[in-house]
Nanobody, 125 residues
Framework: QVQLVESGGGLVQAGGSLGLSCAAS????????MAWYRQSPGKQRELVAA???????NYTDSVKGRFTISRDSAKNTVYLQMSSLKPEDTAVYYC???????????????????WGQGTLVTVSS
């Protein structure tokens, strides 16, 4: 299966920058779309940014112009560079990857979703 290991969270002052990374490992044919989600207390998990295997990207409106998602497909790693951070960006950030895998049932899935454990980003005012 696929393991996603995130790193880079922490505490930063408003207006500052922080970078996250997420590396996929395990047994899979390929990794498709990779994405970052976030969840703050009392709120639903929301999509922050996503990047396809071909490099196409999309962002939620609140982070456009401030966050940049990128990937190194050779390393099966996705990055999120965050700048001009605001207190409302405070959340646990989760990495998600869609992988082409064979599950324990023996069935092959082309876009099976896997999640990382999450990394906390705290932006102080």
């Amino acid at each position: 299966q696929v393991q996603l290991v995130e790193s880079g969270g922490g505490l930063v002052q408003a207006g500052g920058s922080l970078g996250l990374s997420c590396a996929a490992s395990g047994k899979f044919y390929s990794i498709g779309t990779m994405a970052w989600y976030r969840q703050s207390p009392g709120k639903q998990r929301e999509l922050v940014a996503a990047i396809t295997s071909g490099g196409g990207t999309n962002y939620t409106d609140s982070v456009k112009g401030r966050f940049t998602i990128s990937r190194d497909s050779a390393k099966n790693t996705v990055y999120l560079q965050m700048s001009s951070l605001k207190p409302e960006d405070t959340a646990v950030y989760y990495c998600k990857a869609e992988a082409d895998v064979v599950r324990s049932t023996g069935l092959r899935y082309r876009y099976y979703p896997f999640w990382g454990q999450g990394t906390l980003v705290t932006v102080s005012s």
